[in-house]
């Protein structure tokens, strides 16, 4: 019985690496290190930023204020229909029938 290890063309199929190899393996992976924490600096960098933080407090201002403006108009214009629309325009019937 032949083991695959001991197949001819087994040695080639799993070729070792030199010493070479394994430098440039750790020197590539050092490079997307590098890569990446740039990246994440760039990033930590951007949300730090004067300008973003003061985007995003000018965004929630705008939108707490439109928020609370239009809960406040619903009951305004109940109140403003309730008191200022004559009650025949309130209690005059509609008939949805035609002809």
């Known amino acids: 019985m032949v083991r695959l290890a001991d197949h001819p063309s087994a040695a080639s199929a799993t070729p070792e690496l030199t010493i070479a190899g394994q430098n440039d393996v750790r020197e590539r ?10 990246l994440r ?5 951007l949300l ?6 003061k985007a995003i407090l000018n965004s929630l ?14 009951p305004a214009y109940a109140a403003f229909y309730h008191f200022h629309l004559p009650d ?11 002809g």
Do not use: C, H, M, N
Request: glycine share 2%; no cysteine; aromatic share 18%.
């Open 29 to 38: 992976r050092a490079e997307l290190w590098d890569a990446v924490d740039d």
């Open 48 to 53: 730090t930023s004067r300008r973003l933080q």
């Open 88 to 98: 025949q325009v309130v209690k005059v019937p509609v008939y949805l029938q035609y």
């Open 41 to 45: 600096d760039a990033f930590y960098g």
């Open 61 to 74: 201002v705008i939108a707490t204020f439109a928020t609370v403006t239009y809960y406040l108009s619903i």
